[in-house]
């Protein structure tokens, strides 16, 4: 499992939520740039991107929409910047992977299987909504499957992987998608160290139950042994608890406004830097030291920041 330097993952906007759920969500380039900033300064040194359209929030995997915040990130922080592959529930894959190939980050996210991914419920908590697009892309979540079949993941993983040095933290959603890891490794398409991002409470995915937490890592010692970094996220309120018990258990963390829109009961997070340095304040409490962006570099095995494309 390495070092205990824990890394934090901070992962800024994402495509799950939507502008009118909060309005903290960041949207515009310009915001996504502070907040991932922001962050990083507050200790996170991985930060998750994507990308939403700065009119009216909506995902887009559009290169351009990246380079109006990625070269700011850059220069304002030494943290490393893992751009999606996972984009939004709605997009190709060739769509997916415009961004990614473009931009050839340090590191993407690489989704570990095709699910059932259900953000409809949504639906039923907020009876407003600023944009006409946010309840159609949520209610598509019900009859649609979020795709990453073994040759979607052959693909990422040949034309990014090994076409653009990029390194991947790699979602696994249920038990199978460990499994699914751990074939494409014993077929020698991905190579250690592996950054395995264990993810709860998505509906159509492994649920947030402590005993999943500990379900998910032993099978990960099983399939990777001593050739793999754990991190945990857990999805809305069980993000503190599940990331501070999987720490506690020698994992990584990850938080952020794409996976959890509170800071705490019923208090709307203002800023990706409050998440940050909640989790920080938490792990320092416990006496774990968090990894500087250096650190992180040489745990996973990344390429430097002076090997991306933006």
């Known amino acids: 499992m390495g070092s205990r330097k824990v890394i934090i993952t901070c992962a800024v906007t994402g495509s799950i939520h939507t502008p009118s759920m909060s309005p903290h969500l960041p949207v515009t380039p310009e915001e996504i740039a502070e907040n991932a900033v922001d962050a990083a300064n507050a200790g996170a040194s991985i930060l998750h991107l994507h990308a939403r359209d700065p009119d009216d929030g909506r995902p887009t995997p559009d290169p351009d929409v990246f380079r109006q915040f990625l070269p700011t990130i850059k220069a304002e922080t030494d943290a490393v910047i893992n751009v999606t592959t996972g984009g939004g529930h709605n997009m190709t894959i060739d769509e997916r992977l415009e961004g990614p190939l473009s931009l050839q980050p340090e590191m993407s996210s690489l989704n570990m299987g095709s699910m059932n991914f259900g953000l409809f419920p949504a639906l039923d908590r907020f009876p407003e909504w600023k944009h006409d697009w946010e309840p159609d892309y949520l209610e598509a979540t019900r009859g649609g499957i979020f795709r990453n079949t073994f040759s979607d993941i052959e693909a990422i993983l040949e034309r990014l992987g090994?076409?653009?040095?990029?390194?991947?933290?790699?979602?696994?959603?249920?038990?199978?998608?460990?499994?699914?890891?751990?074939?494409?490794?014993?077929?020698?398409?991905?190579?250690?160290?592996?950054?395995?991002?264990?993810?709860?409470?998505?509906?159509?995915?492994?649920?947030?139950?402590?005993?999943?937490?500990?379900?998910?890592?032993?099978?990960?010692?099983k399939l990777f042994g001593s050739d793999y970094h754990w991190s945990i996220l857990a999805a809305g309120r069980h993000q503190t608890n599940f990331v501070t018990t999987g720490a506690i258990r020698g994992g990584n963390v990850r938080v952020g406004l794409e996976d959890n829109l509170y800071l705490s009961r019923g208090v709307l997070a203002e800023n990706n830097a409050a998440q940050v340095t909640k989790i920080r304040n938490i792990l320092e409490e416990l006496s774990l030291e968090i990894a500087t962006p250096t650190e992180t570099r040489d745990m996973l095995a990344l390429k430097g920041p002076d090997q991306v494309q933006f």
């Open 162 to 221: 090994k076409g653009c040095g990029t390194r991947f933290e790699y979602e696994c959603y249920d038990v199978g998608h460990l499994y699914n890891l751990a074939h494409v490794v014993d077929r020698g398409l991905a190579e250690p160290p592996f950054f395995v991002q264990t993810i709860f409470g998505v509906l159509g995915g492994i649920g947030t139950d402590l005993d999943n937490l500990d379900h998910m890592r032993r099978i990960a010692d």
